[in-house]
C-alpha cells in the first residue's frame, strides 16, 4: 500500500524509540493516542517494516521479536498469556507445569526465551486496544509486563494504541509509576490536498491495468469539478481520517472499475459523480431523520401538536395531560375524527417517543429529587426536534395525510 507522508514527527519518534532499544538496550513503554480512523496501527506497523529493513541495511540482526496483543480478543490474563505462548512458540515450555499465579507463569514464559543465549533478542510488545486491558479489575498483565520492562536487562519495548485519551487515569498508582510516561499523539491535522490525493489513490486501487495516462487525465478532471471538490471539502471539515474516506470511496471505486477505456477517454464523469454522491449520502445519513420517517401517522401527529405547544408558549416544559388536550384540539380543529384513539393508546406512542429520545426530561424535572417517583406520564418534558427535521420528515413521509401537510405547508 502506498505510504503518505502524514504523522512524520510521531513516526520518527517512534522509530528512535526502537533505536534506542536495539541500540542502546533501553527499555521504554509508550502510547500512541489518536481518534479511530487516525492510523494508530498503520503507524506502528509502518515503523516496524522501516526498522526491521534498516536493520537488514546495516547487516545487523533482523529477528526484531513483535507480540501482538489485542484487547478485544485477549478479555482475560489467562488468554493474554496463551496468546503470548503461542507467539513465541513456547508451548513445550509450559506444558506439564503448575505455577502458583500469573506472575510466575509470565516471568517462566521470559526465562526460558531468554535461556537460548548471552545475546537477548529485543521483544516488543504491541496492545491493541489498549484500555480495553485496564478493565481487568487487577491490571496484572499490565503490571507483570511493565514490572519487567523496568526491571529486567533484556531489551524490551511495549507500545500500546488506543484511542481513549484519558487512557493514563485508568491505570493503578502501582502501575502509572511502572509506565515510561511517553505518548504519542495522532490527529488528523494533514491538509485538504494530502486528503484528495488519497482520494485519488482509493478510488484507483484496483485499475493498475489500465492505461495511466488516461486515468490520470480523467482523475485530474474528476477532482477538479467544483461539485466534487465541495463533497469532499464538506467531508473533510466533518471527519478526514482515512478509513471514512475509503468508505465513501468503496461504491465509487467499483463503479470506476468498470469504466471502459472508451468512457475513460472520453471523459465520461457522469457515473462516477452520480456515485459519489449516492456514497456520501448513505455515509452521512441523519440517523434522527431516519428514525422520524419510520414513526406512526400518531406518533408524527404528536411530535406536530408538541411542536406546535412549543412555539405557542417557548421555552414552558409540558406533561402528557397538555398534549393530549392538545392533540384532542388539534383534531377537533382539522376536523380529523379518523385519528380519534382511546387515552392509553395515545400514551403508548408518546412513551416511544421518549424512547427514541425525541422527548426529553427537563431540567427541573431532572433536577428533583423526586423525579424517579414521578410517573412518565405527569412529568416535565420538552420536544427535542427542529421545526426543520420535522417538516422535512412531513414532506417525504409516504402516503401522509392531508392534514399533516397542511400544517407543513403553514
Known amino acids: 500500500m502506498k505510504f503518505f507522508d502524514?504523522?512524520?514527527?510521531?513516526?520518527?519518534?517512534?522509530?528512535?524509540?526502537l533505536r534506542r532499544l536495539v541500540y542502546h538496550g533501553e527499555n521504554n513503554s509508550s502510547l500512541v493516542i489518536g481518534p479511530r480512523g487516525s492510523g494508530k496501527t498503520f503507524l506502528i506497523n509502518?515503523?516496524?517494516?522501516?526498522?526491521?529493513?534498516?536493520?537488514?541495511?546495516?547487516?545487523c540482526s533482523d529477528d526484531l521479536i513483535v507480540v501482538y496483543l489485542s484487547g478485544c480478543l485477549q478479555v482475560d490474563d489467562k488468554s493474554a498469556l496463551l496468546e503470548i505462548t503461542r507467539q513465541l512458540k513456547l508451548e513445550n515450555c509450559i506444558n506439564g507445569k503448575v505455577f502458583g499465579s500469573f506472575c510466575d507463569s509470565f516471568e517462566?514464559?521470559?526465562k526460558s526465551f531468554r535461556s537460548g543465549g548471552q545475546t537477548s533478542k529485543p521483544l516488543v510488545f504491541i496492545m491493541d486496544e489498549f484500555d480495553l486491558f485496564t478493565k481487568n479489575k487487577t491490571q496484572l498483565l499490565l503490571y507483570t509486563l511493565l514490572n519487567t520492562i523496568q526491571s529486567s536487562s533484556s531489551p524490551m519495548f511495549m507500545i500500546g494504541a488506543t484511542c481513549r485519551i484519558d487512557v493514563l487515569d485508568l491505570l493503578e498508582k502501582r502501575i502509572k509509576s511502572r509506565f515510561s510516561h511517553r505518548q504519542i499523539y495522532l490527529f488528523n491535522d494533514y491538509s485538504f490536498e494530502t486528503y484528495i490525493e488519497m482520494a485519488k489513490f482509493f478510488i484507483q486501487f484496483n485499475t493498475a491495468s489500465k492505461n495511466d495516462k488516461n486515468i490520470f487525465e480523467y482523475l485530474a478532471n474528476l477532482f477538479n469539478d467544483k461539485n466534487i471538490l465541495k463533497f469532499f471539502a464538506r467531508q473533510y471539515d466533518y471527519d478526514r481520517s482515512m478509513a471514512t474516506l475509503r468508505r465513501l470511496l468503496i461504491l465509487p471505486g467499483?463503479?470506476?472499475?468498470?469504466?471502459?477505456n472508451e468512457d475513460i477517454k472520453s471523459m465520461n464523469l457522469d457515473s462516477v459523480?452520480?456515485?459519489?454522491?449516492k456514497s456520501y449520502n448513505l455515509l452521512n445519513?441523519?440517523?434522527?431523520?431516519?428514525?422520524?420517517?419510520?414513526?406512526?401517522?400518531?406518533?408524527?401527529?404528536l411530535v406536530v401538536v408538541m411542536l406546535e405547544?412549543?412555539?405557542?408558549?417557548?421555552d414552558e416544559p409540558f406533561n402528557f395531560d397538555l398534549v393530549y388536550s392538545a392533540y384532542l384540539k388539534y383534531l377537533q380543529k382539522k376536523n380529523w375524527n379518523q385519528q380519534k384513539h382511546e387515552r392509553q393508546i395515545i400514551l403508548k406512542a408518546y412513551e416511544h417517543l421518549i424512547s427514541l429520545k425525541f422527548v426529553l426530561p427537563s431540567s427541573d424535572s431532572s433536577s428533583s429529587s423526586r423525579s424517579t417517583k414521578i410517573n412518565k406520564e405527569h412529568s416535565l418534558m420538552y420536544l427535542a426536534l427542529d421545526k426543520d427535521e420535522i417538516q422535512l420528515c412531513i414532506d417525504q413521509y409516504p402516503n401522509c395525510p392531508t392534514e399533516l401537510k397542511y400544517y407543513s405547508m403553514v
Open 273 to 277: 459523480k452520480k456515485e459519489l454522491v
Open 108 to 110: 517462566f514464559l521470559l
Open 6 to 17: 502524514i504523522h512524520q514527527q510521531s513516526q520518527e519518534d517512534l522509530l528512535n524509540l
Open 285 to 301: 445519513i441523519d440517523t434522527k431523520y431516519s428514525l422520524l420517517s419510520g414513526l406512526s401517522i400518531l406518533e408524527l401527529t
Open 254 to 260: 467499483l463503479v470506476f472499475d468498470q469504466l471502459s
Open 309 to 314: 405547544m412549543s412555539e405557542i408558549y417557548p
Open 46 to 59: 509502518k515503523v516496524i517494516n522501516l526498522f526491521t529493513q534498516e536493520l537488514r541495511e546495516k547487516n
